[in-house]
């Protein structure tokens, strides 16, 4: 699933090449794609005519505020990408693939989502409304990893006297929005601990270390474009490149570039964790 390295990439992307453009119309080839409105005819009718402004994001979700050629908002347009979405810039002459799920046509070009998974959603929200009385995940985010809402001492007192594995307590977006497991496993890795530490046992120190290590591992991946181990791209279809350098993550049995131990992988509440057993304590 692109998690938020992925997303802030395909974020960047599209405000480099959508930004003030008109929506033309489009097509609807899974209707299920459309998470809001019901009516496929009252998406398109809430999106055709309007430009596209700043795409903004959301922990994994993301929101672009549409405005009439006056310049007065016309709601907004909301995507989660889910576990295989893909958002891609294409000429309108390009041949359909065939997981593509919704064409956007735009002025001399086109959007279209590609989801092969199809758990990914798309949204229209009416003008006056906030996109989280529609996109009800919204609600349950925590704070974002590089705002000062996610410092140490947060981290400290969101997982004190817990019990959970501290792996588990990273993936949940309640606690800070967008990290998900090739994260997790990488900033665990940085910071020296265990996957299945419990939360509660980590002091202020060892968490102070792995505040930092989230967003070191964050940054250093959205500078990279992203991780692609199989179906994320970015806007012009191409790999995101982290992958290559990752520490520990889809590397079992692999030498540590650090120690040279074989990492190993345990199950978490069903989701694979790597880590190295020499750095990881």
Known sequence: MPELPEVETVRRGLNRVTLNQDIRGGQVLLQRSIAYPDSVEDFWQGLT????GQWRRRGKYLLAQLKTATGTSAG?????????????????EEPVIKHCRVRIMLDDRE??????????????????????????????????????????????????????????????????????????????????????????????????????????????????????FSDFRDVHGVNGNYGGVAWVYDRKGEPCRTCATPIERIKLAGRSSHYCPRCQR
């Open 111 to 228: 959007l279209r989502f590609v989801d092969q998974r199809t758990f990914g959603r798309l949204w229209w929200i009416p003008p006056g409304q906030k996109p989280e009385m529609i996109m009800t995940g919204l609600n349950k985010l925590g704070p974002e990893p590089f705002e000062s809402e996610f410092s140490p001492e947060y981290l400290y007192q969101a997982t004190r006297h817990r019990v959970r594995p501290i792996k588990n307590a990273l993936l949940d977006q309640r606690l800070v929005a967008g990290v998900g497991n090739i994260y997790a496993d990488e900033a665990l890795f940085i910071s020296g601990i265990r996957p299945d530490t419990p939360s509660g046992r980590l002091g202020q120190s060892r968490l102070r270390q792995l505040h930092a290590a989230v967003q070191q591992v964050l940054q250093a991946s959205i500078e990279a474009g992203g991780t692609t």
């Open 49 to 52: 005519g309007n430009q596209i």
């Open 76 to 92: 907004w347009l909301g995507v989660h990408l889910r576990m295989t979405g893909q958002l891609l810039w294409v000429a309108i």
